[in-house]
């Protein structure tokens, strides 16, 4: 019996045509031909534009007729198409009235907001033809991937190490010693690094298509170097990935590529998590060019004033219109895409606050959004990671509209750390609630709603918090204007690289000491890709336009800062060995098993007396390892102090039950500073212990 949906009822120019199917939007093969089918909900016509893959001029242009139109939607199927080699795009006509929210214009041919794949800027940094009349050309994807069996991975949150990295600049340098520099391959070849660190979950700075030449500029003084849109955080299309990160990419074959690297990251036990941004798109504000949205339906994608300019609650001349429904739909369907064809395991949002404002920018008590996310099914599993904050002012971390799911940057842990670290005062009692997971803020959502950070890709590296008090952005070409100007940073006595050896000292041992806080504090640790191993950016701290050596991963630090690595390693493999620092529920700092000590203690230089004075640069606490996990199962015990003093201090020890003992792990003002978890000597004398200045000390507690 032959099938009824395979035959058409229409011609165009030699084209049969069907009417389509709405649903899914996008382009989607079907028996015979492809499913062409796009949303808008104020143009008047749609014309479908077809290119042979690469040419500078259609070759067909195809009206939807009237009867192609189901509701808002036009659909059409258009059979014998040679879809391998093809790219599509849309013409929209429809009332150009700015002050009414429309800017349409039929000589602009659009990309669809659902493609899958995206042409035109196939290779990193090669300047395009900017007299082309299609830049960002649609195309087809195929299901023909192989996946060996590979699911997301599941982590338990609180069990999760997140490396924050960006796909170019972790294999860009020339040092990396890859076949392919800068892209998804060059990282399967890096996988044996990260499993050797420690790390199981990456988490990737945008890898969706954008154009590293959306605001390029010349170089402030370094001839024949443009300033590039390296970061990304800028959307050309939220479904595709972006194909000059794949060595693959100027054959078309960024999506397998990509998905040979999950695939791989997978196998070796590493979770992989993506930077999306829904707040904004690449269209800019009203002089900005028609790429997609703004073509085929600008009063619906973004959010308007009154008079038809755009709200600027991203900081980059638009604002997503992400409450509207239609929109709402389109986040959701592709966060369901990339879990569902890509494996991914979760995602971070950029600038999240914005996704609870309303068409108009006001915060909304029950977001749609959020709601919707939280409680999607595909989603169920992914892990949900907001910026609970925008560049509109509004700051929401502790009270980010969670649902039960969602998790924040815990912008709080960041600055009080910071803080602490270089020694300021007030801040005991804060330290004490970030080491905790920050239960003052996330009362009733458990410690892993928080991700606790030092350092992230937005702000100084961990290696420059210790080596600058200032910022310095003049390369960026805004006069140093540029960044955030409250990075709570100490330069240990001299302002950048210095041959001065006590201050190198200090500074390394600062670093040591940021690691070991993170890696002891209740919470979800991340660090930023590089940190691990003193990567600076020479003071810059908003480095989104840097394609150069401040970005790149110098893989010559893995040998000259081999001390801070090996620290690095074996942090991460100690709490990796002791459940009692990853409780997925809030310490209730009583004892509730009955082993005769609460599951958090809190000491000073005396045992059992904390010193919470607003003159107070130490802390110190005690975790029992019988209430590891909430009590069900057994750890040792875990004793940490911490001196942000500049003179050394005795600290007197608690008490172990008997038969145990203190052994010393790690101590960030000795040498060695860490011992390979398991194999900790036994302190003597068991009472007392040195704690150096402006130095952290870790020991364990057992038989």
Not at 119 to 138: E, M
Not at 202 to 211: A, G, K, R
Request: net charge negative; glycine share 10%; with cysteine.
């Amino acid at each position: 019996m032959q099938r009824i949906d395979i035959n058409p009822t229409h011609t165009y120019n030699g084209f049969r045509l069907r009417p389509g199917k709405p649903l899914p939007f996008g382009a989607t093969l079907v028996p015979g031909g492809v499913n062409f089918s796009i949303y808008s909900s104020h143009a008047t016509a749609c014309t479908l534009v077809l290119f042979v893959k690469g040419q500078p001029q259609p070759y067909a242009e195809i009206p939807f007729p009237e009867e192609f139109r189901i509701g808002n939607v036009y659909a059409m199927i258009v059979f014998d198409l040679d879809y391998e080699n093809i790219e599509y795009g849309y013409r929209m006509d429809g009332p150009f009235d700015p002050p009414a929210g429309h800017r349409f214009d039929q000589s602009k041919i659009l990309l669809d907001p659902y493609a899958k794949a995206i042409g035109g800027r196939d290779v990193w940094g090669v300047p395009p033809d900017w007299s082309n009349i299609y830049h960002y050309r649609g195309r087809l994807t195929f299901d023909d991937f192989d996946w060996q069996g590979d699911r997301p991975l599941q982590i338990p949150s609180e069990d999760l190490i997140i490396y924050e990295m960006h796909v170019r600049g972790f294999t860009r340098h020339a040092s990396s010693g890859v076949k392919h520099p800068g892209t998804f391959a060059a990282i399967r070849e890096k996988i044996p690094y990260l499993k050797a660190l420690g790390v199981n979950c990456v988490e990737l700075l945008p890898i969706y298509e954008f154009d590293e030449f959306d605001g390029s500029r010349p170089h402030p003084w370094e001839e024949d170097k443009l300033l590039l849109n390296y970061w990304g955080y800028s959307t050309v299309g939220f479904f595709a990935p972006k194909a000059a990160y794949a060595a693959t990419g100027r054959l078309g074959m960024q999506v397998d590529e990509f998905k040979a690297l999950v695939r791989e990251l997978h196998t070796n036990g590493i979770q992989v998590l993506l930077d999306v941004v829904f707040n904004h798109t690449a269209e800019g504000n009203e002089m900005g060019p028609m790429i997609s949205f703004r073509g085929i339906d600008n009063k619906t994608y973004y959010m308007l004033t009154p008079d038809g300019y755009y709200w600027n609650f991203s900081g980059t001349g638009n604002t997503l219109n992400c409450n509207n429904p239609l929109v709402r739909n389109m986040v959701l369907d592709c966060l369901r895409y990339w879990a569902s064809e890509y494996h991914i395991d979760g995602f971070r949002f950029d600038l999240a606050a914005i996704l609870g404002r309303d068409p108009i920018g006001i915060p909304l008590s029950n977001p749609p959004l959020l709601e919707s996310l939280a409680y999607d099914p595909i989603l169920a599993k992914c892990e949900l990671i907001a910026e609970a904050w925008d560049a509109g002012g509004l700051y929401q971390v502790g009270s980010f509209p969670a649902y039960g799911r969602w998790a924040e940057w815990n912008g709080k842990y960041r600055d009080d750390m910071r803080r602490f670290l270089k020694g300021d005062m007030d801040l005991i009692g804060a330290v004490a609630q970030r080491l905790q997971g920050s239960p003052d803020l996330y009362a009733w959502r458990g410690p892993t709603a928080s991700v606790n950070f030092f350092c992230c890709h937005d702000g100084f590296t961990l290696a420059d918090l210790v080596s600058y008090n200032d910022k310095h952005n003049e390369a960026n070409g805004w006069g140093n204007t540029d960044g955030g100007n409250d990075d709570h940073s100490w330069n240990c006595g001299v302002e950048g690289p210095t041959d001065d050896p006590e201050v190198n000292a200090l500074r390394m041992r600062q670093m040591k000491n940021a690691f070991a806080l993170l890696l002891v504090s209740h919470g979800v640790p991340m660090f930023l890709m590089g940190d691990e191993i003193g990567h600076s950016q020479q003071g810059n701290n908003n480095t989104y336009c840097q394609d150069n050596e401040l970005n790149w991963l110098d893989w010559g630090l893995v040998e000259r800062n081999a001390e801070l690595l090996r620290f690095v390693q074996r942090c991460i493999a100690f709490r990796h060995a002791h459940p009692v620092l990853r409780n997925r529920e809030h310490l209730r700092n009583y004892d509730y098993v009955g082993s005769g000590y609460a599951d958090i203690t809190w000491h000073g230089t005396r045992a059992w007396q904390s010193d919470w004075s607003g003159t107070s640069r130490i802390i110190a606490f005690m975790l029992c390892g019988k209430h590891a996990k909430s009590g069900t199962v057994t750890d040792n015990y875990i004793y940490v102090a911490a001196n942000m003093y500049w003179d050394a201090l005795p600290f007197e020890l608690p008490g172990l039950p008997e038969g145990m003992h203190w052994h010393l792990f790690a101590n960030t003002g000795a040498v060695p500073d860490a011992y390979e978890p398991g194999s900790e000597p036994r302190l003597e004398p068991q009472h007392e212990l040195l704690v150096g200045g402006r130095s952290v000390i870790i020991l364990v507690g057992h038989e």
